[in-house]
């Protein structure tokens, strides 16, 4: 039954990755780096909170780093189906149902790669799998920004078109959803309130961030960025069983 208890034991470690982030043992200094600036530690304790509420914890339920890996994988596109299943079927779903999945989806798989440019790569034994993997979980991440917001746009019913009617069908907030994310704005279709315009600024934001900021540092090869030695996953492996 030990296993039960390894979700919540690696949500508890996220709050105890706060503590030596802010006592200053987490990222270790050297003598060429300064220690981490008051704003840079907020920042970081602000993405570990919000992953400590992550399901993405259930995966500590395996017994070694590969099953964990594909648990991880198998949840990131589960994410995706689910939101696929608010949008097609929005009819026959209670609006405050929907807002919530959405919102915890993209919240979710947004946050979980911010942690890793922001926090994880600066962890000891940290690596990534492969980097083939990364960037297909991240298309995956994109895909959803693009789907959810479609859900939303579709939900709230404030994007109309030229005659003042608002979207009803899902091949139109798809494609809403796309012209936004890439700024291309053909002005067929725009926001009518203020609600609208904030959900568009915010695809807008989250889309550049996740190409920019995430995509350009893992193809940037930035520091502490690299795959993990069937050494470390020995390791990892020993943490899984402790």
């Keep these: 039954m030990k296993w039960l208890f390894r979700p919540m034991a690696a949500s508890l470690r996220e709050y105890c990755l706060i503590r030596n982030i802010w006592v200053g043992d987490y990222p270790k200094s050297t003598e060429d780096q300064l220690p981490l600036s008051p704003l840079e ?3 970081m304790t602000l993405l570990v909170v919000i992953r400590s509420l992550s399901l993405v914890h259930l995966s500590r339920l395996a017994t070694n780093y590969r099953v964990a890996s594909f648990l991880s994988e198998f949840y990131v596109i589960l994410r995706l189906t689910i939101l696929c299943v608010v949008l097609f079927a929005h009819d026959h ?15 979710d798989g947004f946050n ?19 980097l083939n993997r990364s960037l297909i979980l991240l298309m ?52 009518s309130d203020t609600l609208g315009r904030w959900l568009c600024s915010a695809e807008t934001i989250m889309g550049f961030v996740l190409i920019i900021l995430v995509i350009g ?11 993990v030695s069937p050494k470390q996953a020995q390791e990892i492996d020993n943490q899984f069983k402790a």
């Design 112 to 130: 979980y790669r911010l942690c890793i440019i922001f926090v994880d790569r600066y962890g000891q034994n940290w690596g990534l799998r492969s």
């Design 217 to 227: 540092t893992f193809l940037s090869g930035v520091k502490n960025i690299h795959n």
């Design 41 to 43: 530690r907020a920042f």
């Design 140 to 191: 995956i991440n994109y895909s959803e920004l693009i789907i959810g917001f479609a859900a939303l746009f579709i939900n709230i019913g404030s994007i109309c078109n030229h005659q003042g009617d608002s979207i009803t069908l899902k091949s139109d907030a798809l494609y809403f959803s796309v012209v936004t994310i890439t700024t291309l704005g053909y002005g067929d279709y725009c926001p």
């Design 93 to 107: 779903i209670p609006n405050w149902i929907s807002y919530t999945v959405i919102t915890y989806c993209l919240i």
